[in-house]
Every structure is written in structure tokens, then in C-alpha cells.
């Protein structure tokens, strides 16, 4: 359940966080072992992209109660924690909410690509509040007027460039138009924009179809067709070129991949494959790959109001 603390000021602000890199020694733990002799072992940093916030949230505590081994997590827009891992020069593990954000991390040499792991999947979909108040049934209703609609910001979170990848295909330039009309916000993670419908500060997003499952209670997702979804999104994670003990990071990885992460990411009905996101699309897409999006949806203010 999404938590009514993050308010309409909350989704503006910027999406950076502070960590007191400082404070974060490193011990001679094995990988997936506490610490011996008493000593407390040194927890695991992991920038996250948010698509992934309330499984990984869950995995982190099983984690530590499994193997004594605290795991700290940074979340935010995917590019934007990728930004934030960079500068700080620190972070064990990057687990982005697509493939698009990984393959950057890869062609710049943030990760190390032989670790990386596919998690779960993810299919695109409109989102609006339970019970569906403002009939809204296809893509082109988000074009009618006085809606109000958000997307994530395409610029750092994966879920926003594969909003502008769908509008931009769908779309006739007076569609388009229409639909920037209506953009009230950019949101700056998949947390937020799922957030926005929690809250009903926004009467649709173009989201993730595992939206609904995050909060069903307030959320509702809408199938779009299958002709409409230009690819099947999937969440990676990979060892960061910052750790200082890949085996340690390798083993949360692979406790994500496993039959005990996989049973989390399946409460909240993440796609444990492909052809499972295939079945409940109705048809084969690409899978994941990136996306350039283009110049005139960038800048956090851009076509929104």
C-alpha cells in the first residue's frame, strides 16, 4: 500500500537523495554470511530504480533476516540513481527499473555486465482510480479535454520513456498536442507516479500494468492493446564497479533470482518471464532495449503545467 505521506509538494521536489557516504566501512564478511566473532556485518548499498520499490523492499528484510546481512536501499528515478551512484563513487549494486538504464550503466563501465541478472518483467498500461470515475477507456482518451494526466519524467525513469515511446507511435501531431495539454506533471520515479492515483492528483498515468498490484485498493490498471505496447520492459541488476566485494553483492543478486525472490516479486504479481508477459498481453514483443527520447519531451517542466 502506498503511503498517503508523499503529498503534491513531494512529487515536485527533486528527486536526489543525501547519503553520509562517511559513515560506511567495510568488513571481511564472506558472500552471504554475517560477520564472525560478534561483529556486525556491513550492510550492502544498492541504488534501485523505484519500478521494483515494494518486492525489493520485502527482499531486503527477508535478506537480512536470512543471512544477518543488512541491505540498504537507495531509490529514485533510474537515471537519476545512476547519476547519484557516479557521483558518490560508492554502491554495491545497480538495479534499474529497465533494461534502458542498465545498458547505459554497461556502455559506461558502472557495472560489471557478466553479473547481471534479469529479474522480472513488466508490461506498460493506463492507470486510474479504482473503480475507473472518468471513463476512461483507451489511449486516446487521455486526449479529452480538462483530464489530468501525469507521466514519469522521461528524462531519469524508465516508465516515462516508455510513455513517450507509446504517445509518440499512437499519435497524431494534434493527438499529441492534445495530450501535452492535459500533462499537469512529471513525475520523478514510478513510486510518484503511482503515487499521483493514490492520492487522485491525477485522473490517469501511463504507467505499469503492475501499478494495480502496488495499491489495489486505490489504483486500477487498463490493458492496452496489444498492438499499442511496443515492447515488453524487464528489471535488471547487476554488481556495481564500486563494490569492494563483488561476491557479497553477487549473492544478494542471486538470492533476488532465486526461488525466494522470485516468490516476493510474484506477490505483487510481477511477470517471471517473458512468455508470461507475452500471454497476458495476447501477442510476442521485442524485450527490453532502449529508447532516445526525443529532444522536445525533455526538461522537467516541459509540456506540463
Known sequence: MISRRHLTGILLSCP????????????????????????????????????????????ARAYEQKTGIKVDVIFGGSGYVLSQMKLAKQGDIYFPGSSDYMEKAKREGDVFPESEKVIVYLVPAINVQRGNPHGIRTLRDLTRPGLRVAIANPEG???????????????????KAAFRRNLVNYTESCEKTATAISLKMVDAVLGWRVFEHWDPARIESLRLPAEQI??????PVAVAKYAK?????????????GP???????????????????????AQKPVGGEYVVPKDWLGA???TR
Open 16 to 59: 536526489l537523495l543525501i547519503w553520509a557516504s562517511g559513515c560506511r566501512g567495510r568488513d571481511s564478511t564472506g558472500p552471504g554470511n554475517a560477520a564472525v566473532d560478534g561483529a556486525t556485518p556491513e550492510p550492502l548499498l544498492v541504488y534501485a530504480g523505484a519500478a521494483s520499490k515494494p518486492p525489493t523492499e520485502d527482499a
Open 157 to 175: 525513469v524508465c516508465v516515462g520513456a516508455y510513455a513517450v515511446e507509446i504517445i509518440e507511435r499512437e499519435f497524431n501531431a494534434e493527438e
Open 230 to 235: 511496443p515492447r515488453v520492459g524487464y528489471i
Open 245 to 257: 566485494d563483488r561476491a557479497r553483492a553477487q549473492a544478494f543478486i542471486d538470492f533476488l533470482a
Open 260 to 282: 525466494d525472490g522470485q516468490k516476493i516479486f510474484a506477490k505483487y504479481h510481477y511477470f517471471a518471464t517473458a512468455r508470461e508477459a507475452f500471454d497476458w498481453i495476447g
Open 301 to 303: 517542466s516541459n509540456g
